[in-house]
């Protein structure tokens, strides 16, 4: 049931396929950081910008990316954001310097910004609410939990036998296919016409750049650093600017009948919670295989496939599961097996064995995490009208950036706690991060 009409077919390959160039790029450079600090001659405190770069004008930008694709056209913006991600990584690869290599990553973020939202926006308005949208977010859900796995595999492999650069020189064939895809098969959305919320795009970007800043930077200096303070602050304040902001205009940039529906306000504040537990486990583990089992870059990436495989067979089964169990009892036993497979995987130590302490707790959260995302995405677009998809599809991009930047903050000081040499621990995550 819910079989995707083969007309639609293209549109969501471009759609997945788009979408996975993103997460693959997120989790190729955490395998390639070490040779990319050896490389460039990065120091510690440069290389953790590396991604921070890329986060910051990434979370930034989104709810203005978002509301771009809504005015300017969605077809218009997709091509626009899939060019600037494309460019900036062949920029990546042939970079011969920190300061070029960080300045291309910060473009590259604001091409993610344009293009992440603009992809779940048309798969919104292309596939109309029922058992093919369903199974079409399934696909969706699968590709953000696989593609990370994949990621760190390709990641390692390249950083091991090739070269690091190579993550970045594949975006360019990958990209300028999908630029002429997209212009055969995309249908252009109407344009809307009308005063562009000025005030609201200042707010938001701004707010959620230092709100992002502000969580990346307790990673390496704490909760108690006075420009940490001062960045969350500003955030904060900005966005409940923004908020006041978006009562009075008329094209707001983040409108507020979003969060009329309880099933998605709950759908958005599930999300950031989600994404800040599953950040623990996708960062420490790598971590942990490296740097207590001993695997190596591409070993520790192969050690992933349970959760990748089982990603993959939870989220295929979520359209026969909701039909049978409904949205909500789908979400919750999503969470329940994905928090065993948690519990089970946090009594790892140096003496345990891959296969029982690691590689089957590692199924029971690529279930969870499988039968989790789909369902949240799902709710998140949930009876949304096509004139605020892409505005939707922000919310649920802000939701996921900002669960990951808030878990990785709050974990740092969790394991800082309980390691003896806080400031080691520190900089053993700023440099990964």
Not at 34 to 61: C, D, M, R
Not at 163 to 171: A, E, K, L, P, Y
Not at 209 to 224: E, K
Request: glycine share 12%.
């Amino acid at each position: 049931m819910g079989k995707i009409d083969p007309k639609h077919v293209p549109v969501l390959a471009i759609i997945l396929v788009s979408y996975l160039m993103i997460v693959l790029d997120i989790s190729i450079v955490i395998t390639g950081l070490p040779k990319i600090q050896s490389s460039l001659h990065f120091t510690t405190t440069e290389l953790s910008w590396v991604s921070n770069a890329y986060t910051l004008t990434f979370g930034g930008l989104l709810l203005l990316g978002a509301r771009a694709g809504d005015i300017l056209g969605r077809r218009r913006m997709f091509i626009a954001g899939l060019a600037l991600f494309t460019l900036a990584s062949f920029a990546i690869g042939f970079a011969q310097s920190p300061l070029w290599l960080l300045s291309a990553r910060a473009i590259q973020g604001v091409g993610s910004a344009i293009l992440a939202p603009s992809t779940l926006a048309l798969l919104s308005t292309n596939f109309p609410e029922g058992p093919e949208r369903t199974r079409a977010v399934g696909y969706y859900g699968a590709v953000a939990g696989i593609g990370a796995s994949v990621g760190l595999v390709l990641g390692g492999i390249f950083a091991d036998w090739l070269s690091w650069r190579v993550g970045f020189f594949i975006n360019l064939p990958i990209g300028i296919a999908l630029m002429l895809a997209a212009r055969r098969y995309l249908q252009e959305t109407e344009l809307k016409p009308g005063k562009f919320d000025v005030v609201g795009a200042i707010c938001s970007t701004l707010g959620m750049s230092a709100l992002v800043y502000g969580l990346v930077r307790s990673t390496a200096t704490g909760w108690s650093d006075p420009l940490t303070i001062t960045a969350l602050a500003s955030g904060v304040v900005l966005i409940t600017l923004l908020v006041l902001n978006e009562w009075r205009v008329a094209k707001p940039i983040m409108p507020l009948r979003l969060f009329a529906s309880r099933e998605r306000s709950g759908a958005y504040a599930a999300r950031i919670l989600f994404l800040g537990g599953m950040m623990g486990f996708w960062f420490f583990t790598t971590q942990f295989l490296q740097g207590v089992l001993g695997f190596s870059p591409s070993e520790a990436g192969v050690a992933f496939l349970p959760t990748t495989l089982a990603n993959f067979g939870a989220a295929m089964a979520v359209p026969r599961l909701t039909h049978r169990f409904g949205n909500g009892r789908l979400l919750a036993g999503g969470l329940i097996i994905a928090l065993i497979g948690m519990i089970w995987l946090s009594q790892a130590s140096a003496d345990t064995h891959y296969l029982i302490g690691v590689a089957l707790p590692m199924i029971l959260i690529g279930v969870g995490q499988g039968g989790s995302l789909s369902p949240l995405t799902v709710a998140g677009i949930t009876g949304v009208a096509h004139e605020d998809a892409g505005a939707a599809s922000g919310l649920i991009n802000v939701a996921h950036q900002l669960g990951s930047s808030l878990g990785l903050g709050i974990l740092v000081v969790v394991f800082s706690a309980a390691d003896s040499d806080i400031t080691d621990a520190r900089a053993l995550l700023a440099h990964h991060i």
